[in-house]
C-alpha cells in the first residue's frame, strides 16, 4: 500500500457481471471472464462498453489491463488499432476529451507515423476524426468529471467518432443516462468472488505456515452460499478488494478475530496499517488503536480532512498540495499507508495525487476526522455535514467512533430547523444500544440550554406525540423530546393510524399527523394511508407543515390501485420538493385535476 510498492496488473483478477449486451437487457445478470467481455467488444462495430462498479473496486485497474494487453500485444482485440487511456478528471474546463489526447501526445512519434506536421494540433485532431474506426478510448473516472468540462456522452453514443471503441468506468450513481442508449455493452465489476477471496486466504496463511488458521477465518467468513458472511456482512464486503483483504487476512493472523461492529473492525483496520508501517520502521507494535500515538493520530487527520473535503463532491482521491498542516505532517501521512499514489495519467501532470484502496477506507477516515473535529467547523460546514448525501456513511462511522459521547458529533442538529430534528432521529439507528439513554438525555440538555427560537415549537410537537402515545397506553409522561420522537420512529404505521384516528377534531387530527411524519422513518406508508381521509384533515396538515416550514423528503410515490383525494395530490406536490417519480397512471393525475377544475368553474356560473 506504499508508493515504493507496484503491483502487476497482469496478475489482478476481479469478478465481472454482464447486466446488458447491446439491445438485450439481461433480466438475470451472468458472471463472465475478462476473455468473453474482449470477445463482445471484437464483435460489435463501434463497441460502446460501459463498466460499472463501486469506487474502489478495480474498473482503473481493469482500463490499465485493456491498455496492457494492446501495449504488450497479448491479445488481438485491439490489434492494427491506437487505444488512448484518459483520465477525465484530468480534462480542464471547457475542454474535451480530443483536447486532452491532442495535449498528451507524443507529436515526434506521430509525426514519424503519419507523415504530418506535429505542431499542428487541428490536423491531429482531424486525423483522429478521418480513422475513427481505429481509435479506441478507454475514459476512465465519469464520476470526476468537473463541471464546466464537455460531457465525453456524445463520444459513447456515436454523436462523434461514431465508428470508433469507447469503454467507460463509471461508478454506479452516475450511469442512468448511458445505460438506456440502444447499443450499449454493460458489465459491473463485483471484485473478488468468493473461490478467489478463499484462493487467497488459503495461499496468506500457507505462506506463514499456519494454514490451520486460513481454514478458520474462511469457516468464520461463511464463504458459501447462501450465507455469504454470515453475521461478517461489512467484512465480506471489504474481501472483494485486495488489499483489503490482506488486511483482514492480518487482523486474524493476529487476534483471531473479526468486530461485527463496523467502526471497531476499521479501528482494527486502522491499527494493522498502522502496524505494517511501524514494522517497517521497526517501531513498536500497537496493541490496540486506543494506544496510537498522538502525532499518528494527528497526521490521520491530515489525510482525513483531505478526504472529507474530496468525499463531498464524490471524489475519492486527493491531492497533496490540498493536504493542511506543515510539511514533515503531510509527509507522514503520506507515508502511513492509508493512501497510495496514483501515476499520473499525463505526461505533463506534476500533480501528486494519492488514492485509498477502497471506498469504505475512505468514508471511515472521513468518519474518524469528523468525529475528532467537527466541533472546530463553522456554521456552514455544518449544514454541508448534515445534509450531503456524500457523507451518509461517513456519518454513520463518526457516530460508531464516539460511542458513548455520539452526542459530541450528534448535538450539530440541534438547530432551528425541524427537518434537522427527523435526520437527527434516523441517525439514532447508529448508536450502540448500551449508549442510546446516556447520548439521549445528553441531546436533550443540549437543546433545553439552547438559545434557540424553535422552542416552543418543540413544546408544541411533544404535546402532541405525547398525546399520541397515550392512545396506545404508553405511560413515560416525562418523556424528554429526542426519546418521544425516538418512540414513534419505532412504531409500525398501522398503530400511528389509529393513534391519529383517536383523535376526534379534523384540527387535532392534521396537527398530529404532521407532528408524526417529522419522526417516522418511511413518511410513504403514512401519506399512502392518508391519501383519501377528509380535505379538512389534509388542511390542517398542510397549514402545520407550512408553521414549521417542513418538507417531506419523499423521491418517489406508488399509489398503485389505491385512490387519492385532488387536496392530497396538491398537498403531496407542494410539500414534496424531491419527489421525482409516481408509479401511477399519468391520465388518472390529470382527470382528478380537471374533475376538481370543474367543479370550481360551475359553483362560479
Same mark, same amino acid.
Given at each position: 500500500?506504499?508508493?515504493?510498492?507496484?503491483?502487476?496488473?497482469?496478475?489482478?483478477?476481479?469478478?465481472?457481471?454482464?447486466?446488458?449486451?447491446?439491445?438485450?437487457?439481461?433480466? $438475470?445478470?451472468?458472471?463472465?471472464?475478462?476473455?468473453?467481455?474482449?470477445?463482445?467488444?471484437?464483435?460489435?462495430?463501434?463497441?460502446?462498453?460501459?463498466?460499472?462498479?463501486?469506487?474502489?473496486?478495480?474498473?482503473?485497474?481493469?482500463?490499465?489491463?485493456?491498455?496492457?494487453?494492446?501495449?504488450?500485444?497479448?491479445?488481438?482485440?485491439?490489434?492494427?488499432?491506437?487505444?488512448?487511456?484518459?483520465?477525465?478528471?484530468?480534462?480542464?474546463?471547457?475542454?474535451?476529451?480530443?483536447?486532452?489526447?491532442?495535449?498528451?501526445?507524443?507529436?515526434?512519434?506521430?509525426?514519424?507515423?503519419?507523415?504530418?506536421?506535429?505542431?499542428?494540433?487541428?490536423?491531429?485532431?482531424?486525423?483522429?476524426?478521418? @480513422?475513427?474506426? !481505429?481509435?479506441?478510448?478507454?475514459? $476512465?473516472?465519469?464520476?470526476?468529471?468537473?463541471?464546466?468540462? $464537455?460531457?465525453?456522452?456524445?463520444?459513447?453514443?456515436?454523436?462523434?467518432?461514431?465508428?470508433?471503441?469507447?469503454?467507460?468506468?463509471?461508478?454506479?450513481?452516475?450511469?442512468?443516462?448511458?445505460?438506456?442508449?440502444?447499443?450499449?455493452? @454493460?458489465?459491473?465489476?463485483?471484485?473478488?468472488?468468493?473461490?478467489?477471496?478463499?484462493?487467497?486466504?488459503? /495461499?496468506?496463511?500457507?505462506?506463514?505456515?499456519?494454514? /490451520?488458521?486460513?481454514?478458520?477465518?474462511?469457516?468464520?467468513?461463511?464463504?458459501?452460499?447462501?450465507?455469504?458472511?454470515?453475521?461478517?456482512?461489512?467484512?465480506?464486503?471489504?474481501?472483494?478488494?485486495?488489499?483489503?483483504?490482506?488486511?483482514?487476512?492480518?487482523?486474524?493472523?493476529?487476534?483471531?478475530?473479526?468486530?461485527?461492529?463496523?467502526?471497531?473492525?476499521?479501528?482494527?483496520?486502522?491499527?494493522?496499517?498502522?502496524?505494517?508501517?511501524?514494522?517497517?520502521?521497526?517501531?513498536?507494535?500497537? $496493541?490496540?488503536?486506543?494506544?496510537?500515538?498522538?502525532?499518528?493520530?494527528?497526521?490521520?487527520? =491530515? &489525510?482525513?480532512?483531505?478526504?472529507?473535503?474530496?468525499?463531498?463532491?464524490?471524489?475519492?482521491?486527493?491531492?497533496?498540495?490540498?493536504?493542511?498542516?506543515?510539511?514533515?505532517?503531510?509527509?507522514?501521512?503520506?507515508?502511513?499507508?492509508?493512501?497510495?499514489?496514483?501515476?499520473?495519467?499525463?505526461?505533463?501532470?506534476?500533480?501528486?495525487?494519492?488514492?485509498?484502496?477502497?471506498?469504505?477506507?475512505?468514508?471511515?477516515?472521513?468518519?474518524?476526522?469528523?468525529?475528532?473535529?467537527?466541533?472546530?467547523?463553522?456554521?456552514?460546514?455544518?449544514?454541508? &455535514?448534515?445534509?450531503?448525501?456524500?457523507?451518509?456513511?461517513?456519518?454513520?462511522?463518526?457516530?460508531?467512533?464516539?460511542?458513548?459521547?455520539?452526542?459530541?458529533?450528534?448535538?450539530?442538529?440541534?438547530?432551528?430547523?425541524?427537518?434537522?430534528?427527523?435526520?437527527?432521529?434516523?441517525?439514532?439507528?447508529?448508536?450502540?444500544?448500551?449508549?442510546?439513554?446516556?447520548?439521549?438525555?445528553?441531546?436533550?440538555?443540549?437543546?433545553?440550554?439552547?438559545?434557540?427560537?424553535?422552542?416552543?415549537?418543540?413544546? !408544541?410537537?411533544?404535546?402532541?406525540?405525547?398525546?399520541?402515545?397515550?392512545?396506545?397506553?404508553?405511560?413515560?409522561?416525562?418523556?424528554?423530546?429526542?426519546?418521544?420522537?425516538?418512540?414513534?420512529?419505532?412504531?409500525?404505521?398501522?398503530?400511528?393510524?389509529?393513534?391519529?384516528?383517536?383523535?376526534?377534531?379534523?384540527?387535532? /387530527?392534521?396537527?398530529?399527523?404532521?407532528?408524526?411524519?417529522?419522526? =417516522?422513518?418511511?413518511?410513504?406508508?403514512?401519506?399512502?394511508?392518508?391519501?383519501?381521509?377528509?380535505?379538512?384533515?389534509? !388542511?390542517?396538515?398542510?397549514?402545520?407543515?407550512?408553521?414549521?416550514?417542513?418538507?417531506?423528503?419523499?423521491? !418517489?410515490?406508488?399509489?398503485?390501485?389505491?385512490?387519492?383525494?385532488?387536496?392530497?395530490?396538491? @398537498?403531496?406536490?407542494?410539500?414534496?420538493?424531491?419527489?421525482?417519480?409516481?408509479?401511477?397512471?399519468?391520465?388518472?393525475? =390529470?382527470?382528478?385535476?380537471?374533475?376538481?377544475?370543474?367543479?370550481?368553474?360551475?359553483?362560479?356560473?
Amino acid at each position: 500500500m506504499h508508493s515504493r510498492y507496484r503491483v502487476d496488473i497482469a496478475h489482478m483478477f476481479t469478478d465481472l457481471n454482464l447486466m446488458k449486451e447491446n439491445q438485450n437487457k439481461i433480466t $438475470d445478470p451472468k458472471p463472465v471472464g475478462l476473455d468473453e467481455v474482449l470477445a463482445i467488444v471484437k464483435k460489435t462495430p463501434a463497441c460502446k462498453l460501459l463498466i460499472e462498479g463501486e469506487g474502489g473496486i478495480g474498473k482503473t485497474t481493469l482500463l490499465r489491463y485493456f491498455s496492457y494487453r494492446w501495449a504488450n500485444k497479448i491479445d488481438k482485440t485491439f490489434e492494427g488499432k491506437i487505444v488512448f487511456l484518459v483520465n477525465i478528471r484530468d480534462i480542464e474546463k471547457s475542454k474535451g476529451v480530443l483536447d486532452l489526447i491532442v495535449k498528451e501526445i507524443n507529436l515526434k512519434n506521430f509525426n514519424l507515423i503519419t507523415d504530418l506536421p506535429a505542431e499542428n494540433a487541428r490536423l491531429i485532431e482531424k486525423f483522429i476524426t478521418n @480513422h475513427d474506426n !481505429e481509435i479506441v478510448l478507454l475514459l $476512465d473516472g465519469l464520476d470526476e468529471l468537473q463541471s464546466g468540462v $464537455d460531457n465525453p456522452k456524445n463520444l459513447f453514443t456515436g454523436r462523434e467518432l461514431k465508428n470508433c471503441i469507447v469503454i467507460l468506468a463509471s461508478r454506479p450513481e452516475h450511469i442512468d443516462e448511458f445505460i438506456h442508449e440502444s447499443n450499449v455493452v @454493460h458489465v459491473k465489476v463485483k471484485g473478488f468472488n468468493s473461490e478467489i477471496i478463499e484462493k487467497y486466504i488459503k /495461499k496468506y496463511f500457507e505462506y506463514f505456515k499456519v494454514p /490451520k488458521l486460513g481454514e478458520s477465518l474462511i469457516n468464520e467468513l461463511e464463504l458459501v452460499e447462501p450465507f455469504k458472511g454470515g453475521k461478517h456482512r461489512d467484512v465480506y464486503s471489504m474481501c472483494n478488494n485486495p488489499m483489503l483483504l490482506l488486511m483482514i487476512c492480518i487482523m486474524w493472523q493476529e487476534k483471531q478475530n473479526l468486530p461485527t461492529d463496523k467502526s471497531v473492525l476499521f479501528e482494527e483496520v486502522f491499527r494493522s496499517i498502522l502496524n505494517q508501517y511501524n514494522k517497517e520502521k521497526k517501531d513498536e507494535k500497537i $496493541d490496540a488503536f486506543k494506544d496510537t500515538p498522538k502525532p499518528i493520530i494527528d497526521a490521520m487527520l =491530515v &489525510i482525513g480532512r483531505g478526504l472529507y473535503e474530496s468525499l463531498k463532491i464524490n471524489q475519492l482521491y486527493i491531492e497533496r498540495k490540498n493536504l493542511r498542516g506543515n510539511k514533515d505532517m503531510v509527509t507522514l501521512a503520506l507515508k502511513l499507508g492509508f493512501v497510495y499514489k496514483d501515476e499520473p495519467h499525463l505526461m505533463s501532470s506534476f500533480k501528486e495525487i494519492f488514492t485509498a484502496p477502497h471506498k469504505l477506507l475512505v468514508e471511515a477516515l472521513v468518519g474518524f476526522y469528523l468525529s475528532k473535529l467537527s466541533h472546530q467547523l463553522g456554521e456552514k460546514e455544518l449544514d454541508n &455535514i448534515r445534509q450531503n448525501y456524500n457523507l451518509n456513511v461517513a456519518r454513520e462511522f463518526a457516530i460508531g467512533f464516539l460511542g458513548s459521547r455520539a452526542d459530541k458529533f450528534l448535538n450539530h442538529w440541534i438547530t432551528n430547523s425541524v427537518k434537522d430534528y427527523r435526520s437527527l432521529i434516523n441517525l439514532f439507528r447508529f448508536v450502540k444500544m448500551e449508549h442510546i439513554i446516556k447520548v439521549e438525555n445528553a441531546l436533550n440538555d443540549c437543546f433545553w440550554n439552547s438559545n434557540l427560537s424553535i422552542k416552543p415549537r418543540i413544546n !408544541e410537537i411533544c404535546t402532541s406525540l405525547k398525546k399520541c402515545l397515550h392512545h396506545i397506553h404508553h405511560k413515560d409522561k416525562d418523556a424528554n423530546v429526542m426519546k418521544l420522537l425516538r418512540v414513534i420512529n419505532g412504531l409500525g404505521t398501522k398503530i400511528l393510524i389509529e393513534c391519529i384516528c383517536n383523535e376526534k377534531l379534523s384540527k387535532e /387530527k392534521g396537527i398530529m399527523l404532521a407532528h408524526i411524519l417529522i419522526a =417516522v422513518p418511511k413518511q410513504n406508508e403514512l401519506l399512502r394511508e392518508i391519501s383519501i381521509w377528509d380535505e379538512d384533515v389534509i !388542511e390542517h396538515l398542510n397549514s402545520e407543515c407550512r408553521k414549521l416550514n417542513f418538507n417531506y423528503d419523499v423521491t !418517489e410515490y406508488s399509489m398503485h390501485d389505491r385512490s387519492l383525494t385532488s387536496s392530497f395530490l396538491v @398537498h403531496l406536490f407542494c410539500n414534496s420538493p424531491k419527489l421525482t417519480t409516481l408509479s401511477n397512471d399519468l391520465s388518472k393525475i =390529470v382527470s382528478l385535476f380537471l374533475m376538481d377544475s370543474w367543479m370550481v368553474v360551475c359553483s362560479m356560473m
